[in-house]
T-cell receptor, first 114, second 108 residues
Framework: DAGVTQSPTHLIKTRGQQVTLRCSPK?????VSWYQQALGQGPQFIFQ???????QRGNFPDRFSGHQFPNYSSELNVNALLLGDSALYLC?????????????FGEGSWLTVV | GQQLNQSPQSMFIQEGEDVSMNCTSSSIFNTWLWYKQEPGEGPVLLIALYKAGELTSNGRLTAQFGITRKDSFLNISASIPSDVGIYFC????????FGKGTRLHILP
C-alpha cells in the first residue's frame, strides 16, 4: 500500500518562474492538504482540497493555487516565484470520514528558487 | 494567530540518556499531537492526546496533555541513535498547526 507520494523530489527554479508540484494521496484517502516548510521552521498550512474544491486556506498569497482531480490527486502551483518561496513543500492526505482521521505526510518536494 | 512555543530548540545528548521536551501555548487546545521528522522525510505522527491530563506511551516515548490544556511534554527514555530528528508538537484544527520543533542530536 503506497503512502503519500510527491513529485518531483527536488527542483531548482529561477525568480519569476512558475512551478507545479504533484501529490498522490494514500490509497483510500480523499482529502489533500499542502504545507510549506522553510529551513529551520515547522510546516505551515497552505490549503486543503476535498471533493475537488479548496476547502480551507492558510495565510498565503494568491500566487499559490491548487487543484484536486477526480482521482483525489492534487497539484500545487506557485506563480511569480520569489527567493523566499524556497522550501520543502509537503503534501498530506486523510480520509474525511475515517475513524481517527489520521493525516499522513509525503516526503516532500524541495524547491530552490535562485 | 495561535502559536506553539517549543523548548528547547535543540538538544545534544549521549546515547542512553533520557530526553524531555515541552510545548506551551497561550490558547487552550482540545488535542495535542507529537510528530517526528527525520532528514529527507515528512513528519510522522508519534502520539496523539485528546484529554486534559492524559498520559500516553508509545514504546520508549511518553507524552502528557497538560491539565490546563495549554501545554504538553514528550519524554524519550534510553535514547538510541535512531531517535535523531526534529520533534514537533502540533494541534489539529482541520489543518495541523506545528511548533518550530526541537532538534535532537545524539553524541557518539
Amino acid at each position: 500500500d503506497a503512502g503519500v507520494t510527491q513529485s518531483p523530489t527536488h527542483l531548482i527554479k529561477t525568480r519569476g518562474q512558475q512551478v507545479t508540484l504533484r501529490c498522490s494521496p494514500k490509497s483510500g484517502h480523499d482529502t489533500v492538504s499542502w504545507y510549506q516548510q522553510a529551513l529551520g521552521q515547522g510546516p505551515q498550512f497552505i490549503f486543503q482540497y476535498y471533493e475537488e474544491e479548496e476547502r480551507q486556506r492558510g495565510n498565503f498569497p494568491d500566487r499559490f493555487s491548487g487543484h484536486q482531480f477526480p482521482n483525489y490527486s492534487s497539484e500545487l502551483n506557485v506563480n511569480a516565484l520569489l527567493l523566499g518561496d524556497s522550501a520543502l513543500y509537503l503534501c498530506a492526505s486523510s480520509f474525511e470520514r475515517g475513524q481517527g482521521n489520521t493525516i499522513y505526510f509525503g516526503e516532500g518536494s524541495w524547491l530552490t528558487v535562485v | 494567530g495561535q502559536q506553539l512555543n517549543q523548548s528547547p530548540q535543540s538538544m545534544f545528548i549521549q546515547e542512553g540518556e533520557d530526553v524531555s521536551m515541552n510545548c506551551t501555548s497561550s490558547s487552550i487546545f482540545n488535542t495535542w499531537l507529537w510528530y517526528k521528522q527525520e532528514p529527507g522525510e515528512g513528519p510522522v505522527l508519534l502520539i496523539a492526546l485528546y484529554k486534559a491530563g492524559e498520559l500516553t506511551s508509545n514504546g520508549r516515548l511518553t507524552a502528557q496533555f497538560g491539565i490546563t490544556r495549554k501545554d504538553s511534554f514528550l519524554n524519550i527514555s534510553a535514547s538510541i541513535p535512531s531517535d535523531v530528528g526534529i520533534y514537533f508538537c502540533a494541534f489539529r484544527d482541520d489543518k495541523i498547526i506545528f511548533g518550530k520543533g526541537t532538534r535532537l542530536h545524539i553524541l557518539p
